[in-house]
């Protein structure tokens, strides 16, 4: 069954540090993968997506995630985190068959102190 | 911003009354889809559905039901809330490219006493 691991709950920067928040998943093929980010009181928003091709996709907010094949790992990154980054962060892997659910991890919080 | 509203945005009821809460699209996708999110959980599917009056069952769907009448519509009902309901209940629609790329409504927090 597919399943996405996101093994960090909690993460804390310091505003300018850079990011990378970790995404594994289980799939039997090459995944359709996403990153969406949650402010408070807000519903999900895209930041990126990979389908096939260049394993670097770049996203919106400066945000850039990696596909490594050999490591089932999807990881988001950001090279200079701002105060307005600060919110939960989910990855998420589309599922096989025709149903086209989409698989969510549980989340990490991203804290963004001054 | 993607064209969904969800309705309503709050609603606090009780134990063993009916539910029903409304999403609707403008953009005439075919595939919508209603979530649950919970602390430690993610989201979690509780139905979808692929076209109008075509429905089917995710991970959660016990205790709910859909409806899609309308291809902007899908209703869902609880429809006799109880207190492990309380949550955030999310929809959202498929880009109609065919990558599940899916775009979220703003949510209902939805407490059950």
Not at chain 2, 8 to 25: D, N
Request: charged share 20%; net charge neutral.
């Amino acid at each position: 069954a597919q399943s996405v691991t996101q093994p960090d709950i909690h993460i804390t920067v310091s505003e300018g540090a850079s990011l990378e928040l970790r995404c594994n998943y289980s799939y039997g093929a090459t995944p359709y993968l996403f990153w969406y980010v949650q402010s408070p009181g807000q519903g999900l928003q895209l930041l990126l997506k990979y389908f096939s091709g260049d394993t670097l996709v770049q996203g919106i907010k400066g945000f850039e995630a990696e596909f490594k094949r050999s490591q089932s790992s999807f990881n988001l990154r950001k090279p200079s985190v701002h105060w307005s980054d600060a919110a939960e962060y989910f990855c998420a892997v589309g599922a096989s068959g025709n149903t086209d659910k989409l698989i969510f991890g549980t989340g990490t919080r991203l804290q963004v102190f001054p | 911003d993607a064209g969904i509203t969800q309705s309503p945005r709050h609603k606090v009821t009780e134990t063993g009354t009916p539910v029903t809460l409304r999403c609707h699209q403008t953009e005439n996708h075919r595939y919508m889809y209603w979530y649950r999110q919970d602390p430690g959980h993610g989201l979690r599917l509780i139905h979808y559905s692929y076209g109008v009056k075509d429905t089917d069952k995710g991970e959660v769907s016990d205790g709910y039901s859909v409806s899609r009448s309308k291809t902007e519509d899908f209703l869902l009902t609880l429809e006799s809330a109880t207190s492990s309901q309380t949550s955030v209940y999310f929809c959202a629609i498929r880009d109609p490219s065919g990558r599940n790329i899916q775009y979220f409504g703003a949510g209902t927090r939805l407490s059950v006493l």
